[in-house]
């Protein structure tokens, strides 16, 4: 099966301005996950869907983070505007079944902001 | 609340020789799921092994095994035969109510 595709792999923007990534996850998951990656650490969860439904955002800044995912199937998150702290992989994993599966990872995208 | 905690941030192991990788974690459940991930350069995350809390048994695959001590909420990793493609950062985590939780990382560096 095809696995997780994020895109662009690569970002460098300006600080204030804005950007957005893209995941499509494993055909048939249901569970989508975003993560923040900053250099040296594990990973942070942003934001996880189940289907098109919003399960856990609690640790996504609202303030300038945003993520959808309409059709249940893909998803983009976006910031703006965009600090110098944002510099990170945000990472994309998907699960096929509710509970108690591996993750499926992206190879992340990794941004720079200057 | 849920951690995992790694406490040794680089290690460094000479190819063919056997190296074990340390994770604690903390969490009041009883039923969850733990996993090693692999992180090599590529930057995308790779399953190693996983272990079902409710098994006594410790997970095996291939040069890849776990030491899995629930009581002392321990789930140590055990590489054997160190290859220069095991050179990567290793995650320990865990997966409740498909809420997963990541250590730190530790960095390993397999050297010829």
């Known amino acids: 099966e095809a696995g997780v595709a994020q895109s662009p792999r690569y970002k460098i923007i300006e600080k204030r301005q804005s950007v957005a990534f893209w995941c499509n996850p494993i055909s048939g998951h249901a569970t989508l996950y975003w993560y923040q990656q900053i250099l040296g650490q594990g990973p942070k969860l942003l934001i996880q869907?189940?289907?098109?439904?919003?399960?856990?955002d609690s640790q996504l800044p609202k303030d300038r983070f945003s993520a959808e995912r309409l059709k249940g199937v893909d998803s983009t998150l976006k910031i703006q505007p965009a600090k110098l702290e944002d510099s990170a992989v945000y990472l994309c994993?998907?699960?096929?079944?509710?509970?108690?599966?591996?993750?499926?990872f992206g190879q992340g995208t990794r941004l720079t902001v200057v | 609340a849920q951690t995992v905690t790694q406490s040794q941030p680089e290690m460094s192991v000479q190819e063919a020789e056997t190296v074990t990788l340390s994770c604690t974690y903390d969490?009041?459940?009883?039923?969850?799921?733990l996993f090693w991930y692999k992180q090599p350069p590529s930057r995308q995350m790779i399953l190693v092994i996983r272990q079902e809390a409710y098994k006594q048994q410790n997970a095996t695959e291939n040069r890849f095994s776990v030491n899995f001590q629930k009581a002392a909420k321990s789930f140590s990793l055990k590489i054997s035969d160190s290859q220069l493609g095991d050179t990567a950062m290793y995650f320990c985590a865990f997966e409740i109510g498909n809420q997963f939780y990541f250590g730190t990382g530790t960095s390993l560096t397999v050297i010829p």
């Open positions: 869907f189940q289907n098109n439904g919003v399960v856990d």
């Open positions: 994993a998907s699960t096929r079944y509710r509970d108690n599966t591996e993750a499926f």
């Open positions: 969490t009041s459940e009883n039923n969850y799921y």
